[in-house]
T-cell receptor, first 117, second 110 residues
Framework: DTAVSQTPKYLVTQMGNDKSIKCEQN?????MYWYKQDSKKFLKIMFS???????INETVPNRFSPKSPDKAHLNLHINSLELGDSAVYFC????????????????FGSGTRLTVV | RKEVEQDPGPFNVPEGATVAFNCTYS??????FFWYRQDCRKEPKLLMS???SGNEDGRFTAQLNRASQYISLLIRDSKLSDSATYLC???????????FGAGTRLAVHP
């Protein structure tokens, strides 16, 4: 009964490859996010979707493309992987502001550790 | 000024000690705040919400000072299991965006 699940947990790939990370939540939340945590442990938001609509798109290379087929799923596709993309990518979900998002915070998945070699 | 600033630590304390972390934020319009806990190689987990002057949950007390724009987290009677990184989190921007501080590392030793 995992609330926010990400796959894969580990991903090791060569530079130049294309890879995808999948995320699903069963909390009934409206909003989902991708965060990147680099080697300095700093968590930085990349994207957010609310009901399949992109609402936050931070300064991220366009090699990164999120896709939300429905409000319970948010996937991240990365083209032409670079060494600097190595990090832990966390998916999260929350209620929308209408549902009280800022009272309840986010629930995170367990992360995908991406290593580009 | 950074949106969220924390002392990175580490704070090395003995079991039973009381320890406090501070966090400052730049967006004076922020209304509610959070403390998250992140264990090594794990995801962040919500520890406490703070949306009035403060909040208490067992050994943990979070306080908010809007005038000075800082949030604090006090941990009493520290346990070994409290060893983790504590992330201060502040809403920013229009929608649901939460900004995470870089975290304060706590190590509790016997």
């Amino acid at each position: 009964d995992t609330a926010v699940s990400q796959t894969p947990k580990y991903l090791v790939t060569q530079m130049g490859n294309d890879k995808s990370i999948k995320c699903e939540q069963n909390l009934g939340h409206d909003t989902m996010y991708w965060y990147k945590q680099d080697s300095k442990k700093f968590l930085k938001i990349m994207f957010s979707y609310n009901n399949k609509e992109l609402i936050i798109n931070e300064t991220v290379p366009n090699r990164f493309s999120p896709k939300s087929p429905d409000k319970a799923h948010l996937n991240l596709h990365i083209n032409s992987l670079e060494l600097g993309d190595s990090a832990v990518y966390f998916c999260a979900s929350s209620r929308s502001p209408r549902q009280g998002a800022l009272t309840y915070g986010y629930t995170f998945g367990s992360g995908t550790r991406l290593t580009v070699v | 000024r950074k949106e969220v600033e924390q002392d990175p630590g580490p704070f090395n304390v003995p079991e039973g000690a009381t320890v406090a972390f501070n966090c400052t934020y730049s967006n004076s319009a922020s209304q509610s705040f959070f403390w998250y806990r992140q264990d090594c190689r794990k995801e962040p987990k919500l520890l406490m919400s703070v949306y009035s002057s403060g909040n208490e949950d067992g050994r943990f007390t979070a306080q908010l000072n809007r005038a000075s724009q800082y949030i604090s987290l006090l941990i009493r009677d520290s346990k070994l299991s409290d060893s983790a990184t504590y992330l201060c989190v502040v809403p920013s921007g229009g929608y649901n965006k939460l900004i995470f501080g870089a975290g304060t590392r706590l190590a509790v030793h016997p």
